[in-house]
């Protein structure tokens, strides 16, 4: 079984900064490209950021510049380092990762979110 586990949310002010962490753990054999998702009330869920195996990375224009992806594949940890926080970035962030599990071939996975919430 694989699990992604997030951590790292909460109430900043406007112009703070947080960092959000992602850990996969269980029964696996490798992690492919992982990226955070965001869900704000009433939205749809979007792409916020994602980094491939090879390290590159891709953000939505909105968090361009004050948002970073970071991964420690020896830790399998996935990192999300938010500053210049805007009001706009509340959300519930979500962990994905594709993930392969030995004669299971390979799928997506979710965490089970974090709240953040940025006040004004």
């Known amino acids: 079984q694989v699990q992604l586990g997030e951590s790292g949310g909460g109430l900043v002010q406007a112009g703070g900064s947080l960092r959000l962490s992602c850990v996969a753990s269980g029964s696996f054999i490798g992690i492919g490209t992982m990226a955070w998702y965001r869900q704000a009330p009433g939205k749809q869920r979007e792409l916020v950021a994602q980094t491939t195996g090879g390290g590159d990375s891709q953000y939505t224009d909105s968090v361009k510049g004050r948002f970073t992806i970071s991964r420690d594949n020896a830790k399998n940890t996935l990192y999300l380092q938010m500053n210049s926080l805007k009001p706009e970035d509340t959300a519930v962030y979500y962990c994905?990762?594709?993930?392969?599990?030995?004669?299971?071939?390979?799928?997506?996975?979710w965490g089970q979110g974090t709240q953040v919430t940025v006040s004004s």
């Open positions: 994905n990762a594709r993930i392969w599990r030995r004669d299971a071939g390979s799928r997506d996975y």
